[in-house]
Nanobody
Framework: QVQMMESGGDSVQAGGSLRLSCITS????????MAWFRQAPGKEREGVSC????????WYSDSVKGRFTISRDNARNALYLQMNSLKPEDTAMYYC??????????????????????WGQGTQVTVSS
């Protein structure tokens, strides 16, 4: 049984930083490109960042480029998202997700929700002005 558990969400002021973590089990973790998505109330879930199976290539949405950094530790079956210079518009539930292996070991660009097969339950990030 695949499990994915996010943590690290919190309430912070604008300009602050957070580090999200996602710990996985039950899957051959280093076979999967991994991504972070987010969903704000009343909005579609959107891809924020994605990294290839070994972290060798990554993608960021324009809204977070230069502020967020995705990383992974395959030895720990873990995915991370370092978020700096947070803005109120970053407020959302953040989800980690594993991309279907049907597409190989690199991220589809941009990441689309339908292409991901495993999801965590989410961790809430709230940024106040």
């Amino acid at each position: 049984q695949v499990q994915m558990m996010e943590s690290g969400g919190d309430s912070v002021q604008a300009g602050g930083s957070l580090r999200l973590s996602c710990i996985t089990s039950g899957l051959t973790y280093d076979h999967y490109p991994m991504a972070w998505f987010r969903q704000a109330p009343g909005k579609e879930r959107e891809g924020v960042s994605c990294t290839s199976w070994n972290g060798g290539s990554s993608w960021y949405s324009d809204s977070v480029k230069g502020r967020f950094t995705i990383s992974r530790d395959n030895a720990r079956n873990a995915l991370y998202l370092q978020m700096n210079s947070l803005k109120p518009e970053d407020t959302a539930m953040y989800y980690c997700a594993a991309q279907s292996r049907s597409y190989g070991n690199k991220c589809l660009i941009p990441p689309e929700r339908a292409d991901f097969v495993y999801w965590g339950q989410g961790t809430q990030v709230t940024v106040s002005s």
